[in-house]
């Protein structure tokens, strides 16, 4: 099957790709020194500086499908905006495009109440707030969703929510005004996948503690705004309530439908930069006599880089036009297939580069460490391997059965 862009996303493309050479590219040293320098409890100038240029290029919120709040793209069109997006991680928040901010605002769209989208989803779409998505645990293995032990219990016209939670994205951020919180409303439900719900808490409620930012591979701040936050005793109107009691799991599947091809788009546009840095640096540099570029190890794996990335993207486009036409819950098998093999594709490509460039790709000079850490992370985010390796292997059985 052809996946030729049409000519909106060609025009959408080509503006996205003037921008990104104009103003992401030559800020991205800055934005690396922001973050280093202020740490992931602070907001980084660079991006609030470049918000206000990327919304009114017409470049804002390309990835929500409904044209009344987004571009109206499907996400077959979306796909190759997000690659050239995802070479930066400057970036994606500048065009109101980050996770898991992206996530959040499709659960308020969908399942949100008017009040719930006047008081955080409408300042989400203007870029003037961020979000959270607490989900993950330290003390169960949050790979199965079943194990998660925090609680929801309802009080009168409040619910009180009780819970640890970590690797919460953006939770340092003082922008991050919403969490979107899963705990258990009903415990002893035989249905393991009715436990579970999803409720609304604000970050300045009474009992939420951001305990620490995480760091990833070391990094703080980017590739991500890791952290532990503590939910004690915390009291929310019942109305918060997302969808209602036992749909956390429901909302939970959808949500991760998009949110992980959005992580493999943007890991295709991160190996293309990779690719792109180990060649020009291969022709760079002589080592025994000729360029890193003319040894035969070097065109082997700069040969295989391009093979895995253009696989990795046709079979990416495939699980997006499968989204788009049989629906997130029938795609499963294709978005699962992405999972495992585009972050893995990308840090294949990614450790090429870095070995490519020496000592020097260790450093954070070429920025390939920060790219090499998201990467890694991204076979655990949203899922290990492992999970979407034995659903997979599982399906294929029950061809047989």
């Not at 060609?10 to 040293?29: C, G, H, S, V, W």
């Not at 393991?192 to 951001?210: E, F, N, T, W, Y």
Request: charged share 25%.
């Amino acid at each position: 099957m052809a996946f030729d862009p049409s000519p909106k996303v060609q025009d959408l493309q080509k503006r996205l790709t003037a921008f990104m050479d104009e103003y992401i590219y030559p800020n991205e040293k800055r934005h690396s020194d922001e973050a280093e320098a202020l740490g992931a409890w602070k907001v980084y100038p660079v991006i609030e500086e470049l918000k206000p240029k990327a919304r009114a290029a017409g470049l804002w919120n390309l990835f929500l499908p409904e044209s009344k709040h987004g571009a109206g793209l499907t996400n077959l069109e979306y796909a190759p905006l997000c690659e050239i997006m995802g070479r930066s991680f400057l970036a994606p928040e500048v065009f109101n495009c980050s996770a898991p901010d992206t996530g959040n605002m499709e659960v308020l769209a969908r399942y949100g109440t008017p009040e719930h989208q006047e008081r955080w989803l409408k300042p989400l779409l203007a870029g003037e707030i961020r979000s959270c998505f607490a989900m993950t645990e330290p003390k169960v293995a949050s790979s199965d969703a079943t194990n998660i032990e925090s609680s929801i219990r309802r009080d009168g016209d409040e619910y009180v929510i009780n819970g640890h939670k970590w690797y919460t994205t953006n939770a340092t951020d003082p922008r991050c005004k919403i969490a979107i919180f899963m705990g258990k409303t009903d415990p002893d439900n035989p249905d393991r996948h009715k436990q579970q719900s999803m409720i609304l808490v604000p970050m300045d409620a009474p009992g939420v503690k951001v305990v620490r930012p995480l760091p990833v591979f070391g990094f703080y701040g980017l590739p991500d705004r890791a952290s532990e936050v503590l939910f004690e005793n915390v009291r929310v109107p019942a109305s918060n309530m997302l969808l209602g009691e036992g749909r956390g799991f429901e909302i939970a599947q959808g949500r991760l439908g998009p949110g992980r091809i959005h992580h493999c788009m943007r890991q295709i546009g991160l190996a293309e930069r990779a690719l792109e840095r180990m060649c020009r640096r291969a022709r760079e540099r002589v080592a025994f006599g000729k360029r890193v570029s003319e040894q035969g190890v070097t065109l082997e794996r700069i040969a295989e880089s391009r093979i895995m990335i253009e696989q990795a993207r046709l079979l990416t486009l495939n699980a997006a036009h499968r989204m788009d036409t049989v629906g997130n819950k029938v795609a499963k098998t294709e978005i699962a297939m992405i999972k495992v093999a585009v972050p893995t594709m990308a840090g294949k490509v990614i450790d090429w580069a870095i070995q490519a460039h020496g000592g020097g790709g260790t450093s954070n000079d070429f920025g390939l460490t920060v790219a090499y850490a998201m990467s890694r992370a991204l076979r655990l985010a949203d899922g290990p391997d492992e999970v979407h390796r034995e659903q997979l292997g599982k399906r294929e059985l029950r061809k047989y059965a």
